[in-house]
């Protein structure tokens, strides 16, 4: 399995909503990433967890909230989203040999907040 | 240092032509340097990469060439189809081992017309 699956594809969800979007991966990278992609721009960090512990925080609004319940799972908690945080929501991993030996991106979750 | 400057930024090119994408970086510690290739709606994937040991890669009809002294590496695309419409993203990277940020260039959207 070389794939990392995104759950949902889409979602729309209201500003005083809570939802999740769940990431999968089964080739046994141990770093798992968010990053945020905006219309036309290449996508930006948000978080890294490493061997499940959150390694970088990019200075991430706590309206977003990572979590990582073990090595091929990550999530990501929406809490009070504004409009300005539509975008395509993507996961990514890599292997801890380093990126040379793998670093893939899932197909995303389109976020639109109304 | 961070940066890496991508053009164009569009680039429209005939079917069977060669499309020519550039990248330029200044951290001198980035030794990974991927392209990955974005559909609307789908998450990148990985095109090719190189390492700067080498000054050219070739993976079908795609080749990276790379100018370590230059601090610039570009991606071709030969015998240009329809189907190779697409976003372009250059990124770079170090190689070593456990988690990596991608730092993205800005884009090429790639149109190749019939």
């Known amino acids: 399995d070389t794939e990392v699956t995104q759950t949902p594809k889409h979602l729309v969800m209201g500003m005083t909503n809570k939802k999740s979007l769940k990431c999968e991966q089964h080739m046994g990278h141990r770093a798992m990433y968010w990053y945020k992609q905006k219309a036309k721009k290449p996508p930006e960090l948000m978080f890294v967890y490493s061997y499940e512990k959150l390694s970088i925080n990019e200075s991430v609004p706590s309206r977003f909230s990572p979590e990582c319940p073990n090595s091929s799972l990550l999530n990501l908690h929406l809490h009070a989203l504004q409009p300005e945080d539509s975008a395509l929501y993507l996961c990514a991993s890599s292997h801890e040999l380093g990126v040379f030996y793998g670093y893939t991106f899932g197909s995303g979750t389109r976020l639109t907040v109304v | 240092q961070q940066q890496v400057k991508q053009s164009p930024q569009s680039l429209i090119v005939q079917k069977g032509g060669i499309s020519i994408i550039n990248c330029a970086y200044e951290?001198?510690?980035?030794?990974?340097f991927p392209w990955y290739q974005q559909f609307p709606g789908k998450g990148p994937a990985l095109l090719i990469a190189?390492?700067?040991?080498?000054s050219e890669k070739k993976e079908g009809r795609f080749t990276i060439s790379f100018n370590k002294s230059a601090k610039q590496f570009s991606l071709h695309i030969m015998d240009s189809q329809p189907g190779d419409s697409a976003t372009y993203f250059c990124a770079a990277s170090k190689a070593n081992t456990g988690f990596q940020k991608l730092v993205f260039g800005t884009g090429t959207r790639l149109l190749v017309s019939p």
């Open positions: 190189i390492r700067p040991d080498v």
């Open positions: 951290n001198t510690a980035f030794d990974y």
